[in-house]
């Protein structure tokens, strides 16, 4: 097993290479649960696997260790070093901002965040580089780099003895995996046509053979020597007249070749400006070649009228990763919403020990996180998928002190950032999405300044959920509010007296 140490090259390229052998490293989970792991990445460059060592414990009535699982780099969202600290419900993780031994992947889907710990710095960071590496050279792919890999990302996953080869039954199943309508006699008379040496198994070369010869289009053929004037080949004029007459896009020359460019893989067609039936059928099933307007790929809507003349992506329960009633509460739930494209977050403040305010699903059991952190992960993830404000929906439950507390924070942390009276001068006319970029609105409930501290709440959503125990919880917090207010009452002869706050010359509810 490697192990890497000093003197780690510091080029993309030779740190994809160094991943290629076994690394062992920790993977840390919540709980301060630690799995030793052993990863490596697949020759294919599309798979991270990874298998418990002999070292990790197997129930004795297992006979062997399991079988490898996979991380998919095409799913990979970001890498980071990172500093970790386990929690009882989590794990909490911020980016190093120097050397460390830990680094973290975050990932596209639902897939949670994997942190891992490793024997040095080093080998830290020869794999953040290394699978940056991965990632930015995905961006420049063409097409048929784009199909190859494809074809490879799903080749390796079905090989599962490793052997890279696979059997006729292998191969059907994952054909019908990518979604290829064939009959399995079919299957088996191409199988047995690519398959040349006659070993009763396919190569990658040969799968993708088969692959090709499968997903043959007759009607792209019929359609190419119809609009096409040259034998076996489509002119640049051709190209512009199906463009125009039958796709319906404006196009010129410039654009044209620029396709010819692209997607011809002939080299002495491309010279004369012409498409083979490859290159056709290559734009087709390309970006260029779809009914969608790529055009629309970035924002073309008028973005200077009011906030009330716009849907807004929004989210619910924003903290939670899982269930309402048992599930963790993360900061890593704002970063999906935000990479996502969010623009509206759920913020349910509670009163916190140490006067640091928290947030949770409260009156339930899932876990707690603190309000300073999720700020912070917003101030961080904010404006990087859109430059479209984002509105902090507060949903607050914490006394006036801790309050003040938020407001603290967020002035701290979030600074001119935060959307105030400056940012909308007339009041009777809501701004515009292009007139806020890069704010961030605070959407909070006013309070009359003579409430009483312990009054402090806003709407409550837990009261809603029917769960019985839920509900006890709940009844039990209201006791103990109640309890807490009758120490306030002060006995002065008959008289009763409510302390309280004195006056402010602001509302105790505002917080920006």
């Excluded at 799913?75 to 070093?81: S, Y």
């Excluded at 067609?269 to 498409?275: E, F, I, M, P, Q």
């Excluded at 973005?303 to 009330?308: C, V, Y």
């Excluded at 916190?352 to 101030?379: C, M, Q, R, W």
């Amino acid at each position: 097993m490697a192990a890497m140490g000093q003197g780690v090259p510091m080029d993309g390229e030779a740190c994809v290479q160094a991943m290629m052998k076994e690394t062992l490293m920790t993977k840390l989970r919540a709980g301060k649960k630690k799995f030793k792991r052993s990863y490596r990445l697949q020759k294919d460059r599309e798979s991270i696997v990874y298998s418990p060592t002999r070292h990790s414990a197997v129930p004795e009535c297992t006979k062997r260790l399991p079988a490898e699982q996979a991380y998919d780099v095409s799913n990979i969202l970001e890498v980071f070093l990172s500093t970790l600290t386990s929690r009882s419900s989590r794990v909490d993780r911020e980016k190093a901002v120097g050397p460390s031994n830990c680094f973290s992947i975050s990932y596209k889907d639902q897939t949670p965040t994997l942190d891992l710990i490793c024997n040095s710095p080093e080998t830290a960071q020869t794999w953040v580089r290394g699978i940056q590496h991965l990632i930015q050279s995905r961006t420049g792919e063409t097409i048929v780099h784009k199909k190859e890999r494809w074809i490879s990302e799903f080749f390796h996953a079905a090989d599962k003895n490793q052997n890279e080869r696979l059997d006729l039954k292998e191969a059907t199943s994952l054909l019908k995996k990518m979604n290829v309508p064939i009959s399995s006699s079919h299957i088996k008379e191409r199988f047995q046509e690519v398959d040349q040496n006659r070993n009763g198994d396919l190569d990658l070369e040969e799968f993708g053979q088969l692959y090709r010869q499968l997903t043959f289009r007759q009607e792209v053929e019929d359609l190419f020597n119809r609009v096409s004037s040259a034998q076996g080949t489509l002119t640049m004029q051709d190209l512009h007249k199906f463009l125009t007459q039958e796709q319906k896009v404006q196009a010129d020359a410039e654009t044209c070749k620029r396709i010819i460019n692209t997607y011809e893989q002939i080299d002495d067609v491309k010279a004369r400006d012409s498409l083979s039936l490859q290159g056709f059928t290559l734009y087709l099933e390309s970006k260029d070649g779809d009914i969608y307007n790529h055009a629309h790929d970035q924002v073309y809507q008028d973005m200077t009228q009011p906030l009330s003349h716009y849907f807004i992506a929004s989210s619910h329960n924003t903290y939670l990763l899982e269930d309402q009633l048992r599930g963790p509460s993360s900061k890593e739930g704002y970063i999906r919403a935000l990479q996502k494209g969010s623009r509206f977050l759920e913020l349910d403040c509670w009163d916190g020990d140490g006067g640091e305010p928290v947030i949770y699903h409260g009156h339930t059991l899932t876990s707690k996180v603190l309000f300073k952190e999720v700020i912070e992960a917003i101030n961080d993830y904010a404006f990087k998928a859109s430059p479209y404000p984002v509105f902090l929906s507060l949903e607050n439950h914490c006394s006036v002190e801790q309050q003040r507390t938020m407001s603290a924070h967020m002035r701290r942390i979030l600074g001119s950032q935060i959307c105030t009276d400056s940012d909308t001068p007339d009041p009777s006319v809501l701004p515009s999405p292009d007139s806020l970029r890069g704010k961030i609105i605070i959407k909070n409930k006013k309070l009359p300044p003579d409430v009483l501290e312990d009054e402090v709440s806003d709407e409550d959503e837990a009261a809603e959920i029917e769960d019985p125990e839920v509900q006890a919880r709940m009844q039990a917090e209201k006791e103990k509010r109640r309890k807490e207010l009758e120490k306030k009452v002060i006995c002065t002869g008959s008289r009763l007296r409510v302390v309280t706050q004195p006056q402010l010359d602001y509302p105790l509810n505002l917080l920006v």
